[in-house]
């Protein structure tokens, strides 16, 4: 990986974000950490699936099976901004 993409990947570090997985399932939960083969851990992590959702606390999604993975816009962290859609507020 170059400088630019491991200094944006570290600014994205504990934010909120939202991984989906090959069956369909969503983690939303704190950006805590990637590796080089795409594994992402997910703390305090909150699974939607089947239109159920459920805490999982400290999730691992291996690479393999990541499908999409958002992390929340800064500008929508701060609070002087327009309220948006849920929808609208990942990357």
């Known amino acids: 990986m170059d400088r630019e993409n491991i200094a944006r990947l570290k600014n994205c570090l504990n ?37 159920r959702c459920r805490f999982v ?7 393999a099976h990541l499908c999409r993975f958002e992390v929340e816009h800064a500008a929508l962290l701060d609070p002087a901004s327009p309220p948006t859609d849920h929808a609208s507020m990942y990357l």
Request: with cysteine; glycine share 12%; net charge positive.
């Open 15 to 51: 934010r909120r974000c939202r991984a989906t997985s090959s069956d369909g399932r969503q983690f939303l939960g704190q950006f805590v950490c990637v590796d080089t083969e795409r594994n992402v851990v997910i703390n305090n992590a909150e699974e939607r699936a089947h239109g």
């Open 57 to 63: 606390g400290l999730v691992m999604i291996p690479g």
